[in-house]
């Protein structure tokens, strides 16, 4: 389960596919080949999401990780 | 062909490894077992169960107490055991240098190079153990004696990136050993087997040489354990960080806020010029290796080119012909001849063709390259062809680094300040070279009005750089030097020593205070 507090790191290592969905949006997770560190909701945050996108994204990425489950 | 089973066996790596050791004793951690695969094959290499911010805590308290036996072992003495270590290097280095290879997936001569430099600055910092000197002043004040020194300064944060998996460490750990410090590594999560090994290989100098349980530190953990708590944490007064500038500012905040002290290497958008006064073909021999070496992935690769427009056709048509050869030479890199070996990841992979369709999307034109490879040899997914790109210098994603082998190929005009101030305007300040056999240029681009990079070369390329010298940045590669000169200074402490051996009390700027 994916949530705002999981690191970057985590989430690469985790769900890899998380990488291309947050690029999509305009949010690196790799940065000289390494996971950038903080949160997912830091990342977005840096880069100028609130609180009502952040849940989108969570959401999407969850439904995205069960699709890729089934 | 390296036969890597033999090679994991003589390093001591088993199926599963710890990854948490002071030096000599290694703990059982609880934290999550992650698996490092190799870019060449795709196939698990072995794998490491991470630290517990539990372990982390142990680690730290072991630090601090070696810390206080370290200090107190005289200069010379702990370059003795760096000398030592050095030595345990070069025993293993075609070991180590296979297994940086597999891991990290350089060409094993790469491999070889990362561990040859590990060796030097073992030699270089032996010497400078014997020249941790301050210096004599003169004070204004009879009888006074005024002069500065240099103590040890307690444990450093050494934070590593894959693409040097084992030098960068060296770099730090060696000059800091010298100097009276303690090292806490974290390596990176892409590469820990390297850095296990490491820790094997200079555990029977410890031994031998008595040296205090807790100065040579090693925890291999994720961010969650090894994140900001690590940067934050008031008992490490320096940190010294190789990785991107997003990673950097993150620290510097986060060190800054406690008034802490970073080292931080990061980011470079190197260049080197070729000017109509250039040997180009010297030119063009040297810059290849800076372009595609390592698969673009150094801190020093040459991301741009900047060629003047009268030498323009001439300078890319002498590019061609070498990088139609490398194409050739792509493959698994512990093979001979291969020069060119994989990207860490499909990320990378990703990031490249994700460069090479906005360099197109924003006007340029590729000249070479920028596939991905497919089919037999290539199955990891990790391999592509080095992309030059015609760009021009604002183009966002030329700003940008990308970690990949894409160099992008940009026209000036006029005077070589013209193309210094391209060179220049770019938001990183690693790397930078000239190629020109004209004084007058040469000079200009080392001077005060030249590069504004940490490394200014003239003729020869952006990349691979020695020991000797100071090896860091300006702008937003983060203003630190590690490596050679006097980079050992920042592991130490300064301290103005003012000692009066006369009978009276003369205050300084000739102030009276009679009581």
Not at chain 2, 339 to 348: F, N, Q, R
Request: one cysteine or more; a negative charge.
């Amino acid at each position: 389960m994916i949530d705002k507090k999981i690191t970057i790191e985590d989430l690469v290592d985790d769900y890899p596919f998380a990488v291309t969905y947050l690029s999509e949006k305009g949010i690196r997770c790799i940065k000289c080949g390494e996971p950038i560190w903080g949160t997912l909701e830091e990342a977005c945050v840096e880069k100028g999401f609130g609180e009502t996108q952040i849940e989108i994204f969570v959401r999407e990425l969850n439904e995205l990780n069960n699709l890729n489950q089934l | 062909m390296i036969d890597i089973q033999k090679t994991l066996q003589n390093l001591g790596i088993d199926a599963v490894n710890l990854g948490v050791s002071t030096g000599t004793e290694w703990f059982d951690t609880t934290g999550k077992t992650d698996s490092s695969s190799s870019p060449i094959d795709g196939k698990e290499i072995a794998q490491v169960k991470t630290a517990t911010l539990e372990d982390y805590e142990k680690v730290v308290q072991k630090a601090q107490e070696a810390f206080q036996k370290w200090r107190l072992v005289p200069a010379p003495v702990r370059g003795e055991i760096v000398r030592q270590i050095g030595n345990a290097l070069r025993i293993y280095k075609a070991d180590l240098g296979a297994l940086v290879s597999y891991e990290m997936g350089k060409v094993y001569q790469e491999g070889l190079g990362e561990v040859q430099e590990m060796i030097d600055i073992c030699d270089f910092a032996v010497g400078q153990a014997r020249l941790i000197n301050g210096i004599a002043l003169q004070s204004e004040r009879p009888l006074h004696r005024l002069s500065e020194q240099y103590h040890p300064l307690g444990i450093v944060g050494i934070v590593t990136s894959y693409n040097f998996p084992v030098a960068v460490w060296a770099w730090n750990s060696a000059l800091a050993a010298i100097a009276g410090d303690v090292v806490i590594w974290k390596p990176s999560s892409k590469t820990p087997l390297t850095a296990v090994a490491t820790q094997k290989i200079i555990r029977q100098v410890l031994i031998d040489n008595n040296v205090p349980e807790g100065v040579f530190n090693l925890v291999v953990g994720r961010s969650s354990v090894m994140g900001d708590n690590f940067l934050a944490d008031k008992r490490i007064p320096l940190f010294s960080i190789t990785g991107s500038t997003s990673v950097g500012k993150r620290a510097a905040e986060i060190v800054g806020r406690r008034l802490g002290r970073t080292l931080l290497e990061l980011g470079g958008n190197n260049a080197v010029i070729i000017t109509p006064n250039a040997d180009i073909q010297m030119a063009v021999m040297s810059t290849v290796f800076g372009t595609v070496g390592t698969a673009g992935q150094r801190c020093t690769t040459t991301r741009r080119v900047i060629i003047h427009d009268s030498i323009y056709d001439k300078v890319k048509d002498a590019f061609l012909g070498p990088y139609e050869k490398i194409g050739q030479k792509i493959g698994n890199p512990l093979t001979d001849g291969n020069l060119v070996g994989p990207v860490i990841d499909i990320h990378a992979v990703n990031a490249f063709l994700d460069a090479v369709k906005k360099v197109q999307e924003e006007g340029g034109k590729i000249l070479f390259g920028g596939q991905h490879l497919t089919g037999p040899g290539y199955e990891s997914g990790n391999y592509v062809v080095p992309c030059i790109a015609e760009a021009e210098n604002h183009y966002h994603i030329v700003q940008e680094e990308t970690f990949a082998p894409i160099v992008y190929f940009i026209k000036y005009s006029g005077d070589v300040q013209n193309a210094i101030d391209i060179q220049n305007d770019v938001p990183q300040g690693l790397s930078s070279a000239i190629f020109t056999l004209n004084v007058r240029e040469a000079e200009t681009f080392v001077s005060q009005t030249g590069s504004d990079c940490g490394i200014a070369n003239v003729n020869l390329g952006t990349s691979g750089a020695e020991i000797g010298g100071a090896f860091g940045g300006e702008k937003e590669t983060g203003g630190g030097r590690e490596s050679g000169s006097d980079a050992w200074k920042i592991y130490m402490r300064r301290q103005t020593n003012t000692i009066n051996y006369g009978a009276q009390l003369p205050l300084a700027q000739g102030i009276k205070f009679d009581i």
